[in-house]
């Protein structure tokens, strides 16, 4: 670095989820010099980002990353895993399902050795910025409270009017989402924590359309800046005279740590990368909800009422002595087909699809990179269905089978004419799920990369600090750090990651 190079106290790579939390909370010290470097445009003005109702227009989109993995020999090979380049990550393109990190995983955490990510993290809900509310009245649609009474009934579990004001196990309702019903616009970290400051505060700088290619590490293993490739295709570098914190995702932080020179040792030399730090978990224990999928030709046509399209969610436990759902199945009002239709199956006009996934995935994955050329896509093998125990797969067939049983059980069966996908004729356990596993989706929860690990964990690569191992001045603040995945959709964890991390860095505790 010369003598001209920018310096601030903080270089945050990643303007997605958990990077405009650090942002906007460090830059409240109005000593802190605060940089945000985010690969993608604003989101300001772009309204596919701002309404709710708009995400499925982000996907494949110019924002969209949209990577693909290795074969995989026991699920989906034609997943296309969206990764959002704009400012607001993921929160800007998903649908802000928002709840709360049920206390039995965060248990698990701490189990795991993330000392401090029990019940001291679940505090860190009630700080978040992010206006999470019911399903509201008026866009409540009929359909979906027919399918949540029949679920309730059937399945002899709660009707749920609310998710995050205690702790529960299983229920059906409509959900909780990060949103502004008057408006429609998705409450997204860009949304609340950047957009009231940007332009405001001195000590803080946006730096957009600028992809970090590489952390610089010095000969002392001390991150002190990052190499970034700007907009006209020029390379520079900042310097971060305290730390520089990683949040650019399960895919893109693990990727990034490993063309800096950091991570499993083979890995490095395979990929032609100068090893600076043998991390063996870098890439390590990927893991993802595998979405099952049921198609019904349905009687009448559906309402489009909608808030989200993904409104409402079934929760039932396959172990009653379990303190946490075994499957979450969303309720969409649109349909899901391509998967089917790839293997030859005809979608109708008018359809009706549930999509049970795996809640608590034991199966493994892996991401890591194949060259030190930065624009060479990531490798990604999520690992799908390959836990010894066969649990995963287990539980995909339970899901199916729930679905099938909430469609001939009133009020929702009034809705449905016939089955298209898997197909009535489908019974047998192994056709099932052969059928079940080649047309399954992922429900874009990549997470656990980077995971958070004990001083004898052989593959944690942060430590409760989430400083990186190893390396001085170096975090990781966003879903690669999570030592196993949330029961539940994980935005909301991840904004809390990033509130956490504010905290953790600043050295105040404002849940205590």
Known sequence: MTATTPEFDYVIVGGGTSGPVLAARLSEDPEATVCLIEWGPSDQREPRALQLLRWAEMLESEFDLAYRSVPQPRGNSHIVQSRARILGGCSSH????????????????????????????????????????????????????????????????????????????????????????????????????????????????T??????????????????????????????????????????????????????????????????????????????NLMDHPEGLLVWEASRPVPELAA??????????????????????HIPLLTLAENAERLGFQTPRHSITLTPNVARPRSRGRVWIGSADPDQPPLIDYGYFTDPDGHDERTLLAGIRMGRQLAQTQPMAGWIKREVFPGAEVQEDSELSALARQAHHTVYHVSGTC??????????????????????????????????????????????????????????????
Request: hydrophobic share 45%; net charge negative.
């Open 94 to 205: 998903n649908t802000m399902i928002a709840f709360r990190p049920p206390l039995a995983d965060l248990r698990e955490w701490e189990a795991l050795g993330a000392s401090g990510w029990g019940e001291d993290f679940a505090a860190y809900y009630d700080l978040l910025l992010t206006n999470i509310v019911a399903v509201a009245p008026e866009h409540r649609n009929p359909f979906l409270q027919d399918v949540i009474e029949t679920a309730a009934a059937a399945l002899n579990i709660p009707l749920r009017e609310s998710w995050n004001d205690t702790q529960w196990t299983d229920g059906a309702g409509f959900l909780e989402l990060g949103y502004y019903p008057e408006t429609g616009v998705r409450s997204s970290a860009s949304v609340d924590y950047l957009h009231p400051i940007m332009g405001r505060r001195s000590n803080l700088t």
């Open 207 to 284: 730096l957009l359309e600028t992809r970090v290619t590489r952390v610089l590490i010095d000969a002392h293993r001390r991150a002190e800046g990052v190499q970034m490739r700007l907009a006209d295709g020029s390379v520079a570098e900042v310097r971060a005279r305290r730390e520089v914190i990683l949040c650019a995702g399960a895919i893109d932080t693990p990727r990034l740590l490993l063309l800096s020179g950091v991570g499993p040792a083979e890995e490095l030399a395979t990929a032609g990368v100068t090893v600076v730090h043998n991390l063996p978990g870098v890439g390590r």
């Open 308 to 329: 989200s399209q993904w409104d409402a969610i079934i929760a039932t436990r396959l172990d009653a002595e379990r303190e946490a759902a075994d499957i979450l199945c």
């Open 451 to 512: 995971r958070i690990g004990a001083i004898d964990d052989p593959l944690g690569v942060v430590d409760p600090q989430l400083r990186v191992r190893g390396i001085d001045g170096l975090r990781v603040a966003d879903a690669s750090v999570f030592p196993t995945l949330t029961t539940v959709n994980p935005v909301i964890t991840v904004l809390m990651v990033g509130e956490r991390a504010a905290d953790l860095i600043s050295g105040r505790l404002r849940t205590s």
